[in-house]
């Protein structure tokens, strides 16, 4: 048995970019042409002088001589390419970057203009036991799109992750839960503790806090605990508070009204905790935070207390019914539909206008079950929406950015210019390397305090080597110009290299939509 | 729902003629498999096809030399058609070709077994490591061998092992075997020897030949398979494969030793048991444990390839190859992760070309699925 240990198994980081068509790509077969099979000679002559020129036709799923064109298309957005259901990621770090709703939509509209079909915009389909809205459709002529992405993606488009199954407990056992948590912790250790606090306080006049806590002094465990959960809640609530100050001046408002009323602290927490959902002012349109205002405002001047109460938390359920449809909050038909009940409907009955929010939500919202409808409506030729998904690996932005040689000779360059003007002579450069290998051997392998010591004694070496560089002001901004120079190059290859990817995955989109587009017109017998 | 497919190696004696230097079966002794065994191994593979619903059986006779045990081979045919009810049954065989006759050659295609040949090229380069018991060259025999099978099948294929000392001769034995009239070729390393990074030196220049020889005889519209490149290719052509369809490691592919001992693959079929990969014997069947011990080992993910660009493009989840040349399954063969290194980069740049030029016969070879059997038919005509 070989144990060579010379060479050794290692990740290559950059490989060749090779430009022949992969599996994802279009066949090279039908696109842009079809290709005829190059049978050889003795094949043909066979063939027609041994009666088996039926062989030749057995080649029905390729592109050889013997089939037509039309024959060959496929329709390009069958559901098994839209990569659903998927699973979501808690970070997005390292994912790849995808063409936007924007973006996509323009490029497909821009396919379907250059067929000559007129597309109507954000038709509401309802029928045959759908009920979506596609992003263009055209009536006549039985075609259209819908983009699916994570605003629209309703039940089983995303797996469950475990965090999303995670159940939260009641508001008033979360509370409970947490004051005990933080009493526990503030007996382990109080100074730590109050030393803590200043980290979250957020104004400084909150920091009296931290003197009132350190002022606990009951007579008995439980008078200590009672005043330890009446200052944490007071500050709680103060941070809520504090946090609208610039962002939300009405919701500030209806806060310090609150605050002012004779609730318990306990419920008044709690009750801030529901009004979050009043907070409109985060990714809505100007239209309907200002209507969200107005009412917040009309609240405010309630006649009685306990009747601002109860219609703040009807606005704040009206607000987080279907919490789990956080994506149509931003859209225009939900909003819209949530302006027209505040308007029109006493805030008593707002809840029974909830119908209309399930209705817009349906109409928004594309169910797993759904989709599969839609491409099965394509095949059997029903109905020709083209279920386009963000998780198509065809619509991901594939950025090539390459440092050239020409790159990494200006880097040499540019070091070499550093270390002219600093005086790093190669035997001083020597010399750094030769105290630092020492420094790690002497270290090699130590954990804990020797660690921090090795640490330090490289530190140490580095700055001292470091100010023997001598560059000066006016080498320095040499230095500085011909640096930021060859940086900006390199920041507008890199953009100029996205920019060019996400041409190239737009332009591929619309030919996928042309050819989609072909095919129906196929299916349709033109 | 696909039937599954099933794949047993027979192996039907631990003997051989030949003394390849390279050779991994062990010890070269008379222990043949016993018609008694050989029954048990034709219950025991009917059975689990099956078991598992089969409704395919790829049956490959290997040894040592299978033609020492010719009779057997016939035996287990026979058995094969009297007990396989509805089961399709295909057969292939490895042989080092220097006992095959025409009538043995003719016989084998009238009883439809696929033969492959093992050759390693060019007569100076083969009879480095192919020699008979008394350590004399077998070129000549094989030379004849190859005559006889290809005048019965022009689809007979040859396994070509390439070997430190063979890496620089490399596009010469592909032209001479290409001379002979082989079209489909297979060519593998030599995973247990001691390669170092002049021996990659030299592969990686006989590739750049191959290379452009394999762009050569595209432009011409040549129909053949050269598995290096074209299955490179593939791994860029067509989806990657599914851990599923990469291997059935001793759940949809075994081995059954002389003895009837049952292990994963071909390779850990030795003279002298192994016994940390018997996952059973023909008499009592599988043993599970055995069987999830090794899945869970050779199914670890090979951390020292994490971050690769070539992750889904190498093989450096053959199992046998890691343990052939790292001596454990879990970790991934620095043989391998070099090679596939220089080779995909030397494929890529070769496919380049042939696709900037639009070679048709390029673009029918990787993306007709029909290519196979068209190609077939011709090279047989």
Avoid at chain 1, 28 to 38: M, S
Avoid at chain 1, 383 to 398: E, G, H, L, N, T
Avoid at chain 2, 101 to 130: A, C, W, Y
Wanted: include cysteine; charged fraction near 30%; hydrophobic fraction near 35%.
């Amino acid at each position: 048995m070989n144990k060579n240990t010379k060479l050794q198994v290692a990740p290559l980081i950059k490989a060749y970019s090779p430009s022949y068509p992969s599996y994802f790509d279009k066949n090279p077969l039908l696109y842009p042409e079809v290709r005829p099979y190059p049978f050889s000679q003795k094949f043909i002559n066979l063939a027609f002088t041994g009666g088996v020129a039926s062989l030749m036709m057995f080649t029905p799923n390729t592109g050889t001589a013997q089939t037509t064109n039309g024959d060959k298309l496929e329709n390009p957005f069958k559901l098994e390419r839209a990569n659903v259901p998927y699973r979501p990621v808690m970070f997005g770090t390292g994912l790849p970057s995808r063409i936007t709703h924007e973006e996509a939509v323009s490029a497909i509209k821009h396919a379907f203009d250059a067929e000559n079909i007129l597309l109507q915009e954000n038709k509401v389909i309802d029928k045959r036991g759908l009920t979506f809205t596609a992003d263009g459709y055209n009536e006549a002529l039985n075609i259209g799109f819908v983009w699916i992405d994570y605003s629209n993606m309703g039940e089983g488009l995303a797996e469950k992750a475990n965090w999303i199954n995670y159940k939260r407990r009641s508001p008033k056992k979360e509370l409970k839960a947490t004051l005990k948590r933080k009493y526990e912790s503030y007996l382990k250790d109080k100074l730590d503790y109050i030393d803590q606090v200043r980290y979250h306080v957020i104004d400084k006049n909150m920091e009296d806090i931290r003197d009132e806590l350190r002022s606990i002094n009951g007579l008995s465990i439980e008078e200590n605990k009672n005043q330890f959960e009446a200052i944490y809640l007071k500050y709680e609530i103060l941070n809520r508070m504090n946090s609208y100050y610039t962002r939300n001046e009405v919701l500030l408002k209806l806060y310090s009204t609150i605050n002012t009323s004779n609730l318990d602290m306990q419920s008044k927490y709690l009750l801030f905790n529901k009004l979050g959902a009043l907070d409109v002012s985060r990714n809505k349109s100007e239209n309907f935070s200002k209507a969200i205002n107005i009412e917040i405002r009309s609240i405010i001047e309630s006649e009685h207390k306990t009747e601002m109460i109860k219609r703040a938390e009807c606005l704040s359920e009206l607000l987080n019914y279907k919490a789990e449809w956080y994506q149509i909050r931003r859209k225009e038909a939900y909003q819209n539909t949530i302006i027209d009940i505040i308007k029109n409907t006493r805030w008593q009955d707002w809840h029974c206008e909830y119908d209309r929010i399930d209705d817009v939500g349906n109409q928004i919202m594309i169910s797993y079950k759904e989709a599969k409808k839609i491409d099965k409506n394509n095949a059997k030729r029903k109905q020709f929406i083209a279920p386009i998904s963000i998780r198509d690996d065809r619509m991901i932005v594939k950025t090539e950015n390459h440092y050239s040689k020409f790159d990494n000779v200006e880097r040499e360059e540019l070091r070499k210019l550093y270390d002219e003007f600093n005086g790093n002579t190669p035997e001083r450069k020597a010399a750094k390397q030769k105290e630092l290998d020492a420094i790690k051997i002497e270290y090699k392998g130590v954990k804990g305090e020797k660690l921090t010591e090795k640490w330090a004694k490289l530190g140490t070496v580095r700055l001292k080597y470091r100010e023997m560089e001598s560059m000066t002001e006016e080498q320095k901004e040499i230095y500085n110009k011909a640096k930021d120079k060859h940086y900006r190059i390199l920041q507008e290859k890199s953009k100029l290299n996205t920019e060019k990817a996400h041409d190239k995955t737009l332009k591929a989109l619309e030919d996928e939509v042309k050819s989609y587009i072909r095919w129906v017109k196929m299916q349709q017998g033109y | 729902m696909l039937s599954k497919v099933i794949s047993a190696t027979i192996h039907l004696t631990h003997h051989c003629n030949l003394r390849c230097s390279y050779c991994y079966t062990g010890e070269k002794l008379p222990i043949a498999m016993h018609y008694d065994t050989i029954d048990a191994s034709i219950d025991f593979i009917l059975n689990d096809a099956n078991d598992n619903n089969a409704k395919t059986l790829n049956i490959t006779f290997f040894g040592g030399e299978p033609l020492i045990e010719k009779d057997k081979i016939f035996y287990i045919i026979d058995q094969f058609d009297r007990l396989k009810n509805n089961i399709t049954v295909s057969y292939r065989m490895s042989t080092n070709g220097t006992l095959m006759t025409p009538k043995l050659m003719k016989k084998l295609m009238d009883n439809d077994v696929f033969v492959s040949l093992s050759i390693d090229g060019h007569p100076d380069v083969h009879d480095i490591h192919r020699v008979d018991a008394g350590g004399k060259p077998t070129s000549a025999k094989v030379a004849n061998a190859a005559k006889l099978m290809l005048d019965l099948n022009r689809c007979t294929n040859v396994t070509c092992v390439i070997t430190p000392e063979t890496a620089g001769d490399l596009m010469k034995s592909i032209e001479y075997i290409y001379g002979l009239g082989f079209r489909y070729i297979t060519t593998t390393l030599d995973y247990s020897a001691n390669w170092n990074d002049t021996n990659f030196i030299e592969l990686e220049k006989s590739y750049s030949r191959l290379g452009r020889w394999y762009e050569k005889m595209m432009m011409k519209e040549e129909r053949f398979y050269l598995s290096f490149f074209d299955e490179r290719i593939r791994t860029r052509t067509y989806k990657p494969l599914k851990a599923s369809e990469k291997c059935g490691m001793g759940d949809s592919q075994y081995s059954i030793a002389p003895n009837g001992e049952l292990y994963p693959c071909i390779q850990f079929v030795k003279t002298q048991s192994l016994p940390e990969f018997i996952i059973g014997h023909v008499d009592s069947g599988f043993d599970q444990k055995c069987q999830n011990h090794i899945k869970g080992k050779t199914e670890k993910p090979k951390l020292e390839c994490t971050g690769c660009a070539l992750e889904s493009r190498c093989s450096k989840w053959c199992s046998c190859i890691n343990y052939m040349s790292t001596g454990t399954v879990e970790k991934a063969s620095h043989i391998v992760c070099h090679n596939e290194k220089l080779l995909i980069k030397i494929v890529d740049k070769t496919a380049d070309r042939l696709w900037k030029k639009r070679n048709n016969m390029f673009v029918h070879k990787h993306y007709n699925p029909d290519y196979a059997i068209i190609s077939h038919i011709e090279i047989n005509l």
